[in-house]
T-cell receptor, first 111, second 115 residues
């Protein structure tokens, strides 16, 4: 079963614009992680935010977490064509010792 | 090795055949995970190992699926009597320890096609 649901399912923007993807989940978490997947490749970890954190930055990435709403958002600023990929949120509930992934957002950045 | 290695990268088989997929995790990583990803979906958990033992196999869809990790390093996912619905990308991931709630390191996956 999939814990997270990403929104939107697909997003197409112009290079230079910002891209925002949202993730909602159902159970309490220890942390939430975002991963990126290029077509036909494995997943690559982008950023992790702990349940006691509200916002985190890494380069052009900004992640927010609202545990009261059980939601997170990933913002990619100044997008590039190379950012074209699928983005997945994944929740770590701690006790399960596994990550539960959402269904992903397919981001297309047009040059 | 430097990263998680999975073989084969592609496997085409006929319905009813037996398949083995191999995963070589990052050296020293005690926790190893298998996920399955269908087209357009996120990875779905199958099983994870802490060392040699399967700590959680609740994601295995049925008894045709089995995985081993006899020496606590390389793992093999085994699928018996394959069905067309088994077609997917099988992803392996590792991390330093299951208790380390950090990132997973994924391999490139094994794409299984059952004709």
């Amino acid at each position: 079963s999939q814990q997270g649901e990403e929104d939107p399912q697909a997003l197409s923007i112009q290079e230079g614009e910002n891209a925002t993807m949202n993730c909602s989940y159902k159970t309490s978490i220890n942390n939430l992680q975002w991963y990126r997947q290029n077509s036909g490749r494995g997943l690559v970890h982008l950023i992790l935010i702990r349940s006691n954190e509200r916002e985190k930055h890494s380069g052009r990435l900004r992640v927010t977490l609202d545990t009261s709403k059980k939601s997170s958002s990933l913002l990619i600023t100044a997008s590039r064509a190379a950012d074209t990929a699928s983005y997945f949120c994944a929740t770590d509930s701690g006790s399960a010792r596994q990550l539960t992934f959402g269904s992903g957002t397919q981001l297309t950045v047009l040059p | 090795g430097a990263g998680v290695s999975q073989t084969p990268s592609n496997k085409v088989t006929e319905k009813g055949k037996y398949v083995e997929l191999r995963c070589d995790p990052i050296s020293g990583h005690t926790a190893l995970y298998w996920y399955r990803q269908s087209l357009g979906q996120g990875p779905e958990f199958l099983i994870y190992f802490q060392g040699t033992g399967a700590a959680d196999d609740s994601g295995l869809p049925n008894d045709r699926f089995f995985a081993v990790r006899p020496e606590g390093s390389v793992s093999t996912l085994k699928i018996q009597r394959t069905e067309r619905g088994d077609s997917a990308v099988y992803l392996c991931a590792s991390r330093a320890a299951a208790a380390n709630t950090g990132e997973l390191f994924f391999g490139e996956g094994s794409r299984l096609t059952v004709l």
